[in-house]
């Protein structure tokens, strides 16, 4: 089976190019959702991040969010010793789903892809961009957050340059019909070398 990474800074439209390859017929793995649900399901994620965070990490049986992400969004020992607990969890998740589709190819969006050492697992990586002011005018708009945070959340990022210098397709996620049209182009490309 074909591994295509899938990734891009926040705000670049991952989740809406992700969307493309589904509505063409390709499986996709959206690794940030299965994180979440593992760190509300798995008891084992579950005591280690309140040992990590204290009981705060989570309200109920539901993650704290605001109280996570002020801290590892802050403080870089928490957000790797928080994905160090999460990802391993996350990838065998991953290996198991994928042999279970039938398809040419499956998509992995990771938005940290290249950063957590993913992109060497992937056959092929496909990178969205935007440019960093539609970005933030994006989040704003969809997150109900603040400018700080989401500079934050960018410096915990690969930048777009280094990214694509290790992508081999890029998608300018801009206007949505010429995306829509590199995701049928790449689609095309991927499928010639299945």
Known sequence: MIIVGLTGGIGSGKT??????????????????????????SKIIKRKLIKLFG????????????????????????????????????????????????????????????????????????????PIETRIKRLLKRDNTSYEKIEAIMKNQWTDEEKVKQSHFVIENIELENTKKQVVKIHKEILKKA
């Open 16 to 41: 809406t190019v992700a969307k493309q390859f589904l509505e063409i017929g390709i499986p996709v793995y959206i690794a940030d959702e299965e994180a979440k649900r593992l760190m509300r399901r």
């Open 55 to 130: 009981k705060e990490a989570y309200v109920g049986e539901e993650l704290n969010k605001p109280f996570l992400a002020n801290i590892i969004f802050n403080d870089k020992n928490y957000l790797q010793k928080m994905n160090a607990i999460v990802h391993p969890k996350v990838a065998r998740h991953f290996e198991k789903w994928v042999l279970k589709q039938e398809a040419p190819y499956v998509i992995k969006e990771v938005a940290i892809l290249f950063e957590n050492g993913g992109h060497n697992t992937c056959d092929f990586v496909i990178t969205v961009t935007a």
